[in-house]
């Protein structure tokens, strides 16, 4: 039986900020320049910027069907990708 959990890695977090594509109710967002209404289905980069996309990020819980449509592109969490980009955020304000 097949299921899914969670891998830890170590990754470069200015690199997800550069190419995620962050997916909500039913369109996908850009993180490099906040561009809305993506379609995630098919998008390869970023109709604004050009960016192209290597990571995806779920608002929602559908996981498996996001999966299904892209496995192209590197799944994260985004509550553990917002905590790691914050903390990068609250170290710079120090440094
Ligand atoms: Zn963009």
Redesign the pocket.
Known sequence: MKDLVRVWNEMDIDDIGKHLLIIGESTGD?S????LGINYSTATT??????YFKYVASRTHEIRKIKTRRPDLIFIDLEDYKKAAGKIKAKSLFF
């Open positions: 850009c490099n320049c906040r561009e970023c109709p604004k910027c050009n960016n």
